[in-house]
């Protein structure tokens, strides 16, 4: 695609429950990252894939966290039992090469936890 | 450890100042990437500039300019003739040589007025 696509857009779900993120990269874009932006703060890494590969989850905050890249394109990042701190804009970005640094950023989904 | 800092949680001027972002960055690694970003209303990350370590050459784009000090950890970002569109939150960040994860600051709201 043109830009690097999120859904949804925006998510409101009640404490407990799973939620899945989606996030469709630049087309041919290798690495493919999750960040996320609570309120009035800078965007925080979550997570990271180069092709399918999860090179780094360092950022996960807990094991409720989880993200794939199966086929090296469309990434899901899921979160469990789902808590109201976990309320944040959710980023995903991508990038045509590993190490290129070229990062292009989506519309991100905002989620809030009720 | 690596760490970005902008102490300037808001600034505010009128159209036509000049204003200037600051940030400081921590790192350990010799070769490193620096950018900066801006968060307008709207929401999205919009990309303004990346430079290596190596280059330490101002630069200017137009109304915007960089100035990178390594002696300094710094690499601050002026905006002449300030308009109401700079009106926005400005991020910097850095990634170090072997990992693609960009570690942001903070931030910097800008509130220019007519």
């Known amino acids: 695609g043109a830009g690097v696509s999120q859904s949804p857009r925006y998510k409101v779900t009640k404490r407990g429950q799973d939620v899945a993120l989606r996030c469709d990269p630049i087309s041919g874009h290798v690495s493919l990252y999750w960040y996320r932006q609570a309120l009035g703060q800078g965007p925080e890494f979550l997570t990271y894939f180069n092709y399918e590969a999860q090179q780094d989850k360092s950022g996960l905050p807990n094991d409720r966290f989880s993200a794939e890249r199966p086929e090296g394109s469309i990434s899901t990042l899921t979160i469990q039992r789902t808590e109201q701190r976990d309320s944040a804009m959710y980023r995903c970005?991508?990038?045509?090469?590993?190490?290129?640094?070229?990062?292009?950023f989506g519309s991100g989904t905002r989620l809030t936890v009720v | 450890a690596q760490k970005v800092t902008q102490a300037q949680t808001e600034i505010s001027v009128v159209e036509k100042e000049d204003v200037t972002l600051d940030c400081v960055y921590e790192?350990?690694?010799?070769?490193?990437?620096l950018f900066w970003y801006k968060q307008p209303p709207s929401g999205e990350l919009v990309f303004l500039i990346r430079r290596n370590s190596f280059d330490e050459q101002n630069e200017i784009s137009g109304r915007y300019s960089w100035n990178f000090q390594k002696s300094t950890s710094s690499f601050n970002f002026t905006i002449t003739a300030s308009q109401v569109v700079d009106s926005a939150v400005y991020f910097c960040?850095?990634?170090?040589?072997?990992?693609?994860?960009?570690?942001f600051g903070t931030g910097t709201r800008l509130q220019v007025f007519p």
């Open positions: 970005a991508s990038s045509l090469n590993t190490g290129g640094r070229d990062y292009t």
């Open positions: 960040a850095l990634s170090g040589l072997n990992t693609d994860k960009l570690i």
């Open positions: 790192t350990r690694d010799t070769t490193y990437y």
